[in-house]
């Protein structure tokens, strides 16, 4: 009965468009009763009439599809005749039948009237159209309230403010959906699960959450005052519809076109109306819509998804910081798909762009990009339970006017670096994330950094920010080798403004200044020659530093274009680091070095390494440098915490995770206090109070993460405090003004100063380039590469030296290395030579590979010193 009942209803839609709904009840209820009780003329001919001599009985089912048909074709009614009375005492048996057409029929008559939806009208009106396996009603609802602001914002609202018509439950419906308790427990519960992985990083951050909220005055407070992240929109219910709905393709549709004329209605609504501040419902819009699971698919990406992120670009900062706490609370394999969709359309439209116009000006690009900024802020970490401190320790900016802006030369970054707008209204560093809950490197589009154009992104970033967009200004979506150009693009601009404010100074002064950076030194003097100049130069103008470097040897005859200054750098550090001067201490376990507490070495030692590290990063040079991470951690204004002596201080580490995790009596079984003791330099016995009066106070469970933090704070940073001012000052003389914080995550910083020791010489061999007569067919450029492969690592790293000047790959591997071999006469006796300024090899046609070799490997082994050829 039950299926003919929805049958009838189901063909009665859509002939029921200019009758009210109480009239239309009225008039089927109407037909109803002539067909089975008649109008009372026993003399009347309508053979529609169960009064007329002819007419075949029908059934109560049968007579209520009858009464819909006619309703549809407007068949006219018999008049009543006086003497007909219609009995009132009908069973219920005998008007369900008409009871249930009338439901139904109102059901499908509102359709077009409804404004907004819940989940069960949603089931409601599909267990009508799986009856009759005709979805267009629900098609039409579909696209009418997903096409429009004011039905979105509505629809699906937590049970507590939805009305109280909308939460009746067709019983056909009951079991088709998880909506009891039960159901929908498991069902969150299955949305919620995490992998070990996902557990380990939120592990990892909460402690340290905990390690920065104690070393750096973080309240830990829950507060936010963004106020509350509960939304309107019971997210369950949309998930639960989203997943009934899109396994019809023809629903799919229904949302796809929706979302096609939704969107152009919210970026009205956003550009020029105050829509969030009236009305903070309105996120409500971008809640639903993102829990759409086919959002990635092609037809998406190519028609909606464009549109959508221009909108949803356009939303103030407090909306966007309410949608990254509220998604801070998804799943991460939740947020992964959502975060994964951006990324698929910035993919998608950067591989299917035939035109050569600037990514930069892709409207749907940038849009993306700036809504990846919502979930990178939140795999950084639990963001609205611990708000961050700015430990910069940098000096404020003085408000004097000096003569490049007198000159019309404005003070880049004068303000610091820059601080991105969303991370400020949270209050976090995203920088400053260790594991964040999606790796950042899920967040770097390679296609996009392939057609980059730097130069013109840089121009942007630097002149032009206002007007245009700069990918720089969301530096997680660029690798290591993308940024770094940018750097370089800066520090040679850099280069070329101090350049010419010197000019400007001759000519005000009327001397004659250097243009330049200029060091002599002797070689075995080295430490000392580099120490009193560099000093002067700090103390009298230390603006010189951002000057271009040129080093010279006192008796060499080398001219520095770049290799010089390498080998420059690289014997300062050996000698700074060697274990005899005891500046740094060397770990044979993890092959690092660290401050040495004790060290005798005065500050400006240490300045001087600090300024050798960030003219290596001004001017482009690699280090062999072995420091660990929390060193570049540091430099970039964090302090070091519990968790960064797993590689500084493994040992230590070890031992108070296992005070961490100890299951006993740990004041009775380990007696330790809140004092430790350290050696002096000459090998006797210190003592360092934690607390006031540590000796006396013990370590037990309630108090023994205190002891770790602060235990760690004076490894990783009160011990050491002297020393590693003196070489963070050294090190910010040179990068102060720089990009470097904004762009660089501490990792990539390292990757700055000592490229990667990953060597790829496949990869240098398909870059490399030939002149002279020498191309990659002739027969000793073969021999020479099956020699070069043939190395061990360490000859590997004396030919890169040899050759470079660095035994390090730059940012990106040594597929990123430019270097050429050129011909340098025919066989002969004499060694090959190279000019590391331009990572050039001048190789003699040598008559056999076992020449080759012996004489090649001579060369790397013995190379040291230059000289004019």
Partial sequence: MTMLVLWGASFLFGGCHTKNLAAAKHLIERYFRQLTE???????????????????????????????????????????????????????????????VAHYFSLLYLCPEVHYLTEEKVYEILSICEGKKDYSPLIRVIGRIFSSTDGLVQSFRKDKEQHPNTKEQHPNTKEQHPNTKEQRKTHQAKDEDKDEDDKERTTAMEQESEA????????????????????????????????????????????????????????????????????????????IVMENSSLHSPEYLEMAMPLFCKCMSKLPLPALAKLTCLWSQYSVEHIRRMMETFQ???????ISNVSDSLVNDDEGVVAATKCLKVW?????????????KFNQEEEPPSSELTLQELLGEERRNKNGPRVDPLEKELGIRTLDCRRPLIPFEEFVNEPLNDVLEMDKDFTFFKVDSESKFSFQSCPFILNACTKSLGLYYDNRISMYSERRITALYSLVQGQQLNPYLRLKVRRDHIIDDALVRLEMIAIENPADLRKQLFVEFEGEQGVDEGGVSKEFFQLVLEEMFNPDIGMFTYDEFTKLFWFNPPSLENEAQFTLIGIVLGLAIYNNCILDVHFPMVVYRKLMGKKGTYLDLTDSHPVQYQSLKELLDYEGDVEEDMMITFQISQTDLFGDPITYDLKENGDKIPVSVDNRKEFVSLYSDYILNKSVERQFKAFRRGFQMVTNESPLKCLFRPEEVELLICGSRNLDFHALEETTE????????????????????????????????????????PVGGLGKLKMIIAKNGPDTDRLPTSHTCFNALLLPEYDTKEKLKERLLKAITYAKGFGML
């Fill in 770 to 809: 030939y002149d002279g007569g020498y191309n990659k067919d002739c027969h000793i450029i073969k021999d020479f590469w099956e020699t070069v492969h043939s190395f061990g690592e360490e000859d590997k790293r004396l030919f890169l030296q040899f050759t470079t000047g660095t035994d390090r790959a």
């Fill in 38 to 100: 008649g109008c009372g003329n026993g003399a009347c001919t309508n053979e529609l009439c169960a009064s007329c001599l002819g007419f075949q009985p029908l059934d109560h089912n049968a007579a209520a599809i009858r009464a819909l048909e006619l309703y549809k074709i407007n068949t006219k009614l018999c008049d009543l005749h006086p003497s007909a009375a219609f009995p009132d005492n009908n069973s219920a048996e005998d008007t369900q039948p008409i009871k249930m």
């Fill in 212 to 287: 920065s909220a104690s070393m750096e005055g973080a309240t830990g407070s829950t507060e936010n005052r963004l106020g509350p992240v509960e939304v309107s929109v019971d997210i369950e219910a949309v998930r639960r519809v989203y997943n009934r709905l899109l396994s019809n393709e023809k629903m799919e549709s229904a949302f796809l076109n929706a979302l096609v004329y939704l969107t152009p209605n919210v970026e009205l609504d956003l550009t020029y109306l105050d829509v969030y501040d009236t009305n903070p419902d309105y996120l409500n819009i971008f809640i």
């Fill in 376 to 388: 990178y802020c939140y795999g950084s970490g639990k963001l609205f339970f611990l708000k961050f």
């Fill in 344 to 350: 698929q359309l910035i993919t998608y439209t950067v």
